[in-house]
T-cell receptor, first 114, second 113 residues
Framework: KNQVEQSPQSLIILEGKNCTLQ??????????LRWYKQDTGRGPVSLTI?????NTKSNGRYTATLDADTKQSSLHITASQLSDSASYIC?????????????FGKGTKLSVIP | NAGVMQNPRHLVRRRGQEARLRCSPM?????VYWYRQLPEEGLKFMVY????????ESGMPKERFSAEFPKEGPSILRIQQVVRGDSAAYFC???????????FGSGTQLSVL
């Protein structure tokens, strides 16, 4: 069964600090992995998308890594800002499936405090 | 470009009533997808529609749920005879074409009393 597990469930950090969120998946065969940011009461917004051959991808202060061998990904946030407070969702797509048939993690709820 | 628009943002229904959720895709997008997010769970795919056609409804419950995307107007997700277990956030996404990037709406929070 395709699954995506994220840790930690929630995280509180001080403004300006860095943090790393983890994602483990069992989706097979693997196609791509995405990280989404979901603000409270809003829909998910794509941050990064990585395919099998990509190890790292950056989007501003967000850097995602992917280890397709161990089926793990991480999202590193640098110099956090109050506006980074949101849920961060790891989403995996299987090869051969439609791009919409996504397996979503439950998300990590990040709170950045002053 | 207003993005994917969903309404209402919040919907309260009593058990047994019908719920209608609307989704207007981004301008130029003809592919619409509905997802459901139960409390403390990840989003789950429900149905994929293209104008006037249901492409994939493998995630839709077999009873009480239906979806349409008419030639004119928004896509509608209809839930008949709602039960408490239907309480969830329902998200719509749209894309320009198959296998293109998905853009999500802000969701409709359905509460069944």
């Amino acid at each position: 069964k395709n699954q995506v597990e994220q840790s930690p469930q929630s995280l509180i950090i001080l403004e300006g600090k860095n943090c790393t969120l983890q994602c483990n998946y069992t989706v097979s065969p693997f196609s791509n992995l995405r990280w989404y940011k979901q603000d409270t009461g809003r829909g998910p917004v794509s941050l990064t998308i990585m395919t099998f051959s990509e190890n790292t991808k950056s989007n501003g202060r967000y850097t995602a890594t992917l280890d397709a061998d161990t089926k793990q990904s991480s999202l590193h946030i640098t110099a956090s800002q109050l506006s980074d407070s949101a849920s961060y969702i790891c989403v995996v797509s299987a090869r051969g499936a439609g791009s919409y048939q996504l397996t979503f993690g439950k998300g990590t709820k990040l709170s950045v405090i002053p | 470009n207003a993005g994917v628009m969903q309404n209402p943002r919040h919907l309260v229904r009593r058990r047994g009533q019908e719920a209608r959720l609307r989704c207007s895709p981004m301008k130029g997008h003809s592919h619409v997808y509905w997802y459901r997010q139960l409390p403390e769970e990840g989003l789950k795919f429900m149905v994929y529609l293209q104008k006037e056609n249901i492409i994939d409804e493998s995630g839709m419950p077999k009873e009480r749920f239906s979806a349409e995307f008419p030639k004119e107007g928004p896509s509608i997700l209809r839930i008949q005879q709602v039960v408490r277990g239907d309480s969830a956030a329902y998200f719509c996404a749209s894309s320009l074409a198959t296998n293109e990037k998905l853009f999500f709406g802000s969701g409709t929070q359905l509460s069944v009393l």
